[in-house]
């Protein structure tokens, strides 16, 4: 007969059962389940109101788009209207003048464009007004809307990475990816690695080598991952390798997640030599048969230089059988003018952004 009470109208005997399933395996796995389930639940309902929210914002902003080419309206219509409908629900907000401007915008940017126009209902307003009023073009648009979509970037990331020129770098990229990897995965390796790295959160002069380069990235490795780009997680430094009785580091090793595969990086404070592309495919053949996991994928070698050549760079990888990408890094965000005839075709560039969709 239970007699003894012990908390929140549990008997004692209720407490010990309770104590006894906490340390079960199976309870442990059915608690995370269920945790989980409720996080993706709730996720899922933010995603629905905020669809609603960009929703209703097309809506008004093809209203006024509409009526002002119907009946001739002038500017006054949006005041009148957000006069109205502050009027109407005063606790609300988003019905400034300027945000009804900005639905305006909104619209008229996105309604002839089929394709960007569902993207963009799934990434927040704040982001939108971002992506909208900071990108020249639909291409550069529907680059950091699918990218802010896959990779779940807050604002203050989404204006960084514009502020880098991710775009850019994205396009003008140099690896051997195209003939080295399975169609289904070249395209997802391609989003990981940049042509041109910014370490402007490093404290480094003009001078310096290999080492201080390296250690100054591993003071500030949150920094360093976050310009490498979404989903990699750091393995080590002078991840050391052992061959025929002798001893090689890779100067870091990440981990991809979305990729499943590691990520071998080489750091270069001078210019790209086409020797590089030969140690590092030496890197990636031991760590594919030494230290990559069952069910991970073929490892990817980035090499990161001081400055390159690109012509070089295309001899270099051309018959390298190993995924390999070269880049280069700088210490502040301008982009060189230089690098813009080495950009791809609208064509072209359509045809990466596709990239993008896939999972």
Known sequence: MKVFKAWNGLYLQDVVEMDALARESG??????????????AQYSALKAVNKELIGLYWDIGK?????QKKFSWGKAVVEKLAFDLQKEYPDAHGFSPANLWRMRNFYQTYCKNVKLAPVVREISWAKNLVVMEKCKGDLEREFYAKMTR????????????IENRSYEKYLANQTNF??????????????????????????????????????????????????????FCYIGNQFRLEV?????????????????????????????????????????????????????????????????????????????????GVSTYKMTSQLPHSLSKHLPSSGEISERLCSLDAK
């Open 27 to 40: 309870y442990k796995e059915f608690v995370t389940d269920i945790k989980n389930r409720i996080r993706e």
């Open 63 to 67: 209203g006024i788009t509409e009526r």
């Open 150 to 161: 896959k990779f779940g970037w807050t604002k203050s990331v989404l204006i960084h990475q």
């Open 178 to 231: 195209d003939k080295v990897l399975p169609a289904k995965y070249k395209g997802q390796a391609k989003l990981a690695v940049k042509d041109e790295y910014t370490f402007d959160f490093l404290e480094l002069g003009g001078e310096h080598s290999e080492k201080e380069l390296e250690g100054a990235l591993m003071e500030r490795v949150r920094g360093f991952l976050a310009e490498m780009g979404g989903n």
């Open 244 to 324: 025929g009785g002798s001893e090689f580091f890779v100067d870091l090793l990440l981990y991809h997640r979305k990729l499943k595969c590691l990520v071998a990086i080489e750091l270069k404070v001078g210019d790209f030599m086409p020797e590089y592309a030969g140690k590092m495919q030496f890197y990636l053949s031991v760590l594919d048969d030494k230290v990559r996991l069952g069910g991970e994928k073929p490892s990817i070698g980035i090499i990161i230089c001081k400055s390159k050549d690109r012509t070089i760079v295309e001899y270099a990888l051309k018959d390298v059988k190993k995924p390999i």
